[in-house]
């Protein structure tokens, strides 16, 4: 059964930490590329399932509302799930917050586009594929 609501915990590592003293912008993008592996990878669909499919996502956009800095030791958990399929392409939102006192620190979403590894161009996004994750019905936030 495919898991709608993936749940992705980190731990602000002091290499994140930049010269304001709270968590690089640059890690957030990257925890987003690690919670969407993670939740993929839980639904069925590690990396190297794609790769002998022959396609592969790619990151068309991504969009960060900082709302509250992280800092060192923080534990986050990133909430992510699929909100949107089209023929080509998806959207996939993300939710962190700082499990010590559930503040939300960032909301953010990627444009995802599916596409055929030897050509390069978007691909139909198959029914195995897209049968494996599940839009929630009431998503977090």
Sequence with gaps: ????????RIVVAPSDIDENN????????????EAAVAHSTANGWPSDRYTEL?????????TVEYLRPAFEGDLITVQTWVSSWKNVSSVRKY???????????????????FVNTSTGRPA?????VGDSFMIPECPPG
Excluded at 54 to 62: D, L, M, N, S, T
Excluded at 95 to 113: G, H, I, K, Q, Y
Excluded at 124 to 128: E, Q, R, S, T
Aim: glycine share 4%; net charge positive; charged share 20%.
């Design 124 to 128: 139909k996004i198959p029914g195995i």
């Design 54 to 62: 022959g396609q592969v996502w790619v990151a068309r956009r991504h």
């Design 22 to 33: 709270h968590a690089n912008n640059v890690c957030f993008v990257r925890w987003m590329q």
């Design 95 to 113: 939710r962190f917050f700082r499990d010590s006192d559930s503040v939300v620190l960032a909301v953010a979403e990627t444009n995802w586009a």
């Design 1 to 8: 059964m495919p898991i709608p609501v993936y749940e992705y």
